[in-house]
């Protein structure tokens, strides 16, 4: 096991949409749609407004970048709950080298 695994230590929900209709093709965006996945340990880092800066992105917009074990059947749009905080991922970057890890890009929803 690396020893990045050691940092791992918050307890999120995986969470996908229900696929739910609610009229005109539209899909409920609604939390209480979303779907349990599975419980993920992992390791939440979120961009400092310096960096946020120097990657010349919107710094409304908070982002972070969210380590867990390694898995395949995670996808964007998909989000990580840490308590009260919504991760909405937008990008999915498993490590297909040693398959220890996958990391995930994301937003905050608010």
């Not at 979120?46 to 995670?74: C, F, M, P, Q």
């Amino acid at each position: 096991m690396s020893t990045s695994a050691g940092k791992r230590n918050r307890l999120v929900e995986l969470r996908r949409k229900s696929g739910e209709d609610v009229g005109w093709g539209e899909p409920n965006q609604a939390p209480a749609a979303m779907i349990l996945v599975a419980k993920l340990w992992v390791h939440i880092r979120k961009l400092s407004g310096s960096e946020s800066i120097k990657s010349d992105s919107d710094t409304s917009v908070v982002r972070a970048s969210i380590r867990g074990n390694y898995r395949t059947d995670v996808v964007h749009d998909m989000e990580l709950w840490h308590g009260a905080v919504r991760y909405r991922i937008k990008a999915v970057m498993p490590d297909d080298v040693a398959h220890q890890f996958t990391d995930y890009i994301c937003e905050v929803v608010t």
